[in-house]
């Protein structure tokens, strides 16, 4: 079962092993044997205690550590034999079971550690589908608020103006930073009400100085302005009148982090002027939401630009998805299920092909193809297995046989499936659509 290899948690781990691990296999079974000199100078091994209890302090280490340190720890407890053993030569049953019971200790700790990380890992995973989401359900709500005065006092919609947004980023080259970073803040201009703004870039977590798009005629910003570094701090919205607020006199009104679902820094965006009555909480929750599913779209663009190249017609959700998943299984050994469902032509093919997406699962990823013969549905089935896999077809078996009075035959229906674990995974995905097109 692979490990995760290249995690922020793993290289922590890897830092902590550096400087305190070796340390501590070398000081526990230290400490313990001097305790054991203390109670008893004449058996400091506890050899004829009954127990032998010094070798709790090695069992302990690898417990903690893991087997190499819990076998330092008892190479200590050896060396330490020729000044206060009690027999010039070392007792072998002594050694050799002590060893033992540290080897399984340290067995024990690496197989529950192992665990510890995928579990870790798939939480991280739905934490971010989670606050995926979140984004997309405040943005839902906020737009259903406001849709009746955007309609009388905008020439276009929100959603209308949200599309927009996302062609014009697909459209650009990706692994370009904020690009589109000008046009998304004329659209915030006109649809929160800005004066006067600038977003800056960041790159390893620190701001550049030169902004990327300007909106108003003062260009006069800084990225060391109190509100930007108490912004960055906190990594969120903060305005002038935000609580708990101790930073020296700004000239911003807003500033706000750009981050993306993952947690990484990737811009700022400072507002110095804008009306007085927009300084509200509803205007600054649309504000920070609309920035928010921006810096998602260009997380998804750059992401998915390696499978659209294969498949253009894949909708980037469902490629960022794929690709998401194709790390978590990297990284975790887990893999994940797209199964192509295959309607053929027939008289009932219409029904039973609205029938199975209507009741797809709510964690999967639906890509509807519907071609002048076949009709496809391309589901994503993150972290599922075969036996998943089986349950899903078998659940689909009895909605046609419930819903429809018809069984897969009759429906024209058929499966082909592929791992994400597969080499060339999207590759093997593409034949199999290829194959089915037509």
């Given at each position: ?226 509100l930007i570094r108490f912004a960055l701090d906190r990594r969120e919205l903060c305005h002038v009148q935000s609580e708990d607020i101790d930073v020296s006199p700004s000239d911003l009104l807003v ?184």
């Amino acid at each position: 079962m692979p490990l995760l290899s290249n995690t922020p948690w793993r290289q922590y781990a890897i830092r902590r092993r550096t400087w305190w691990q070796w340390a501590e296999a070398l000081l526990v079974p230290g400490v313990g044997l001097a305790v054991a000199l203390l109670v008893d100078p004449q058996d400091a091994f506890t050899r004829h205690s009954g127990f032998p209890w010094l070798w709790l302090a090695p069992l302990l280490v690898a417990l903690r550590y893991g087997v190499l340190p819990g076998l330092l720890s008892g190479g200590v407890l050896l060396a330490a034999w020729p000044v206060w053993g009690d027999t010039p030569v070392p007792p072998a049953a002594y050694y050799i079971g002590g060893l033992i019971l540290v080897m399984i200790g340290g067995q024990f700790s690496g197989l529950w550690n192992t665990r510890e990380r995928r579990v870790q890992e798939l939480n991280q995973y739905l934490d971010q589908r989670m606050d995926q989401l979140a984004r997309r359900y405040h943005l839902l709500r906020l737009s259903h608020e406001r849709l009746e005065q955007n309609l009388i006092s905008r020439p276009q919609t929100l959603r209308d103006s949200l599309a927009k947004l996302r062609d014009l980023l697909a459209s650009l080259p990706p692994h370009e930073g904020l690009s589109a970073a000008q046009p998304f803040l004329d659209f915030m201009t006109e649809f929160c009400q800005l004066e006067g703004a600038v977003i800056f870039a960041a790159q390893k977590n620190r701001l550049l100085p030169d902004p990327v798009a300007l909106v108003g005629r003062d260009a006069a910003y800084r990225v060391d302005d109190p509100l930007i570094r108490f912004a960055l701090d906190r990594r969120e919205l903060c305005h002038v009148q935000s609580e708990d607020i101790d930073v020296s006199p700004s000239d911003l009104l807003v500033a706000l982090p750009l981050t993306n679902s993952m947690g990484q820094l990737m811009g700022l965006l400072a507002v110095k002027q804008m009306p007085f009555f927009a300084l509200t909480d509803d205007n600054l929750q649309m504000l920070s939401v609309l920035s928010a599913y921006y810096t998602e779209q260009i997380v998804v663009r750059d992401s998915a630009a390696a499978l659209l190249e294969v498949m253009p017609d894949c909708p980037r959700e469902f490629a960022y998805e794929v690709f998401n998943l194709q790390r978590v299984q990297r990284e975790t050994g887990i893999s994940s299920v797209i199964v192509v469902q295959i309607f053929h032509p027939g008289r009932n093919q219409r029904e039973a092909f609205e029938l199975v997406r209507k009741h797809q699962r709510a964690l999967d990823q639906v890509w509807a193809i519907d071609t002048t013969r076949n009709r496809l549905l391309v589901t994503l089935m993150p972290l599922a297995t075969l036996t998943s896999l089986e349950g899903y077809l078998a659940r689909i078996e009895h909605l046609l046989g419930e819903q429809l009075g018809l069984t897969l035959q009759d429906a024209g229906y058929e499966t082909r499936h592929v791992e994400l674990s597969q080499p060339a995974g999207w590759l093997l995905l593409q034949d199999v659509l290829n194959a089915n097109r037509y």
